[in-house]
């Protein structure tokens, strides 16, 4: 039987992706975006798209009971503007993700479903690699959010039985992240920048370690997540195969494209207040229990995302 | 000069202890309330009542920038309750607090304030008497909300010099805590029951302990959070003196009162689900840094307690 899901978020980056994965993989796929969107123009004929707000309780209703699978990625990214503009995140990520669970306690219970939680739930991490038992203390609030949406999910598996799945992203990267909406991607801006022969500007050195994971290897966790037996009730890792320093990363997208170079720039005052130092996550609990592993090296996302910005932008 | 104090929430039990105490120390206070509150009839007089949401951002806007004192005591009680109706107890308990936050942010950083926190943040604890830094797992989502509102305040601390001080309040009892709009206050309903001649009915046996604290003990704690040099940026637990059983508070509530008899009755489901144990904290802090030590004993508060209900109920 064809197994439908709900993709909340379908115009935004990993939500694209997604719906593009499930549509390819057979699944019968409603996707809800705020407008019509340009990442997804290519299988709008493949899927039901509705449009609308994904924190809608009305359309979450109605749309939420014939679902088999539910992936709540509608949001608003961005950890510096969650500081300037907080009522707007509280609304979007943390009212968002309770809106999702109600309506799957009203009317579907049997739906799997799984949260797009944050490397940042972390905030400043003390221990390397972070594991999931680390201790949670973000630095803004979007991180907050995050950290309250994910104990939502918990707490509606544990007393409702919803089987939930909650993954802690770190830094995705990959096709249609350069785009104007974006508040986070540095990859993507990078890239952008680069194309356009401009600096790419590092802050303070850009000495962070990081592992950036590529938006094809998080889209097969997100299937994962709402797949395997073992996944509900669970908290996962999300990271990428390799530590590198946002510098590295920098040079890797000017050697890709071709043009631009890395400048160091000081720290400018709001982002260096949500910085959270270097981060990249142990990815044990993941391959062990899911049988997950991040396959895409730096070089090797960075050329297929590249080549696919290449004809619009030379 | 005289001191102005906004009180968010006047009308409910602890809203109007505060406002009451303000009002004879002083303070030039406007107070909000939903509607008219029959706990404030007797100084509606001798304070500036503002009928309305103190979830309003306009309302909020226009009364913060004066204050010298601010204490968001506005929400909606009940663990069992937020259950049910989670995106309630999230407008009221959680974006009620970042909605004071903003406003203080943007007219008026010099401001004193304090969270009214529970120790239901502390979730089922794990080792007594409870210290601020025990982790905090929360059962519900009134829990949640709490231990939110707790974050919000200590990052709007930290990142735009608020000066906030946060505390865990274990169960607070008194005078008028006996309403219907109570979903919470088991001292009041065990008052109302004994003096109707009903049944005292304890959950499974009335073993947990307890630490009650007189709402007038509590007063003093919260007008110390405003007052006090180090209190800003802090986090206290406030409780009361002495460690009880439910059961034990349960049988001083029909030996003041001289009517009703205590029953066992087994656990309701819902309350169970979000039943917590024993709780009593360490309160070591607040009396090391603010010098606050709860003076009122169970029977000394019950038999106050009750002396204010005989007229209306005898």
């Known amino acids: ?69 539910v992936f709540p990625l509608a949001g608003r990214s961005g950890a510096t503007r969650s500081m300037d503009e907080p009522l707007a995140d509280a609304a979007a990520n943390a009212m968002g993700q309770l809106v999702v669970l109600e309506a799957l306690r009203h009317h579907n219970r049997d739906a799997r479903v799984v949260f797009p939680g944050s490397r940042l739930q972390y905030g400043r991490p003390m221990v390397f690699p972070v594991r999931e038992d680390h201790p949670q203390q973000p630095t803004s609030v979007y991180a907050l959010h995050k950290m309250l949406g994910e104990q939502y ?26 785009r104007p909406d974006q508040a986070f991607g540095v990859v993507g801006t990078f890239l952008a920048r680069a194309a356009a022969g401009e600096d790419v500007a590092v802050f303070g050195g850009g000495r962070q370690r990081r592992d950036y994971v590529y ?23 999300a990271g990428g195969p390799t530590v ?37 996550g142990d990815l044990r609990r993941s391959r062990d229990v899911l049988g997950w592993v991040p396959q895409i090296e730096l070089d090797e996302g960075l050329a297929a995302t590249w080549a696919t910005l290449t004809p619009a932008l030379t």
Not at 153 to 178: K, M, V
Not at 215 to 237: C, I, K, S, W
Not at 246 to 256: F, G, T
């Open 244 to 280: 590198t320093t946002v510098r590295e990363m920098a040079e890797a997208v000017v050697r890709v494209v071709g043009r631009g170079r890395v400048v160091d720039v000081p720290w400018p005052d709001a982002e260096a207040a949500v910085e959270t130092g270097d981060y990249f």
């Open 153 to 178: 999910h918990l707490l509606y598996a544990e007393r409702h039985g919803i089987a939930t799945c909650c993954l802690r992203i770190s830094n995705p990267y990959g096709p249609a992240q350069d």
């Open 215 to 237: 938006v094809d290897d998080l889209v097969d966790l997100l299937l994962l997540a709402v797949t395997h037996p073992a996944a509900p009730g669970e908290v996962f890792n």
């Open 1 to 69: 039987m064809t197994r439908r899901a709900l993709v909340l978020g379908a115009g935004g980056f990993l939500g694209s992706h997604l719906s593009r994965r499930l549509v390819r993989d057979g699944w019968d796929v409603t996707a809800v975006a705020r407008r019509p969107a340009d990442r997804i123009v290519d299988i709008v004929g493949d899927l039901r798209l509705v449009t609308g707000d994904a924190t809608d309780r009305a359309l979450l209703d109605r749309l939420v009971p014939a679902m088999d699978a």
